[in-house]
């Protein structure tokens, strides 16, 4: 999302990224956007799959508000079976998992905002995270 976020990505081979973004002045987006807004990476590829890392600094529904909510999109037309480990400051959240095409996966309670706090790096409140995403098939 450009202007909002700055990304970056790591490949040690086709099969495995290390995709990264840091989203400016997150700790006012926790506290002023409704539930169920998103910021969403640029989409990035993983071997010949595309995904993209959706962020909801106030949870993706109203029932997750006052969480941090994550979720890795599968923006293909085929499943894949991906293992990821998600991680903010020192917070940091793994799973190995088929998504369907077109579908996505994550945490929707990744951390409340009380724990986020801890984890936003500096005084500009901006956040930096890193998806360690593996392609199993």
């Not at 508000?65 to 079976?81: L, P, Q």
């Not at 991680?87 to 940091?92: H, L, M, N, Q, R």
């Not at 309670?109 to 998806?131: F, K, P, V």
Request: glycine content about 6%; proline content about 2%; charged content about 25%.
């Amino acid at each position: 999302m450009p202007g909002m976020t700055y990304e970056w990505k790591l490949s040690s081979d086709d099969k495995t990224l290390i995709y990264g973004i840091r989203i400016f002045n997150f700790g006012h987006k926790m506290n002023t956007w409704r539930a169920g807004r998103e910021v969403r990476s640029m989409p990035f590829h993983v071997g010949e799959s595309e995904f993209s890392i959706d962020i909801f600094p106030n949870g993706n529904s109203k029932e997750n508000r006052g969480n941090i909510s994550v979720f890795v999109n599968n923006k293909n037309n085929w499943d894949v079976k991906v293992e990821v480990e998600f991680i903010i400051g020192t917070k940091s959240l793994e799973y190995i998992k088929e998504i369907e095409a077109n579908t996505c996966w994550g945490w929707a309670t990744y951390c409340n905002h009380e724990d986020a706090r801890d984890l936003i790096d500096d005084e500009q409140r901006n956040l930096t995270a890193s998806a360690n995403i593996r392609l199993i098939w």
